[in-house]
């Protein structure tokens, strides 16, 4: 199997070449930033909702090396917008960090089932 990854800190593209998961960890400069290794499983998700129609929803998850991801997502009505993503502890930077282009599935699905059916990363460049 060969995977094309992106380190979500330093934006380095690299490919890993193997049976198993990828190790987890950016080979340029050490950050564990990098996409889920394997699948992600969802561990817990929470959902929170206003009365005006305004709601955030947290999923938490671990990969095939059980390096913990969360993603927080607010959303109104079925659109949503990822506002912050930690991977191990660390914080990835929304506004720097341009390099995460869709949510794993499994988060998906969790969102979905949140109501939240379409889903902005935010880290796409605006096109000018």
């Not at 340029?28 to 969802?42: D, F, H, K, R």
């Not at 005006?52 to 993603?71: A, H, I, T």
């Not at 930690?86 to 390099?99: A, F, H, I, M, N």
């Amino acid at each position: 199997m060969i995977l094309t990854l992106q380190c979500y800190r330093c934006g380095i593209d690299y490919e890993y070449v193997g049976a198993s998961p990828h190790p987890g960890q950016c080979p340029a400069c050490g950050s564990p930033c990098v996409p889920p290794a394997g699948s992600l499983n969802v561990l817990n998700s929470t959902h929170w909702e206003s009365a005006n129609g305004l709601s955030k929803v947290w999923v938490y998850g671990l990969d095939e090396q059980n390096r913990p991801f969360e993603f927080e997502v607010a959303g109104k009505g079925n659109r949503g917008k990822l506002v912050a993503l930690r991977v191990d502890g660390v914080s990835v930077d929304l506004k720097v960090d341009e390099t995460l282009e869709k949510l794993p599935p499994a988060v998906r699905s969790e969102l979905v089932d949140a109501g939240i059916e379409r889903v902005e990363t935010g880290l796409h460049k605006q096109s000018k």
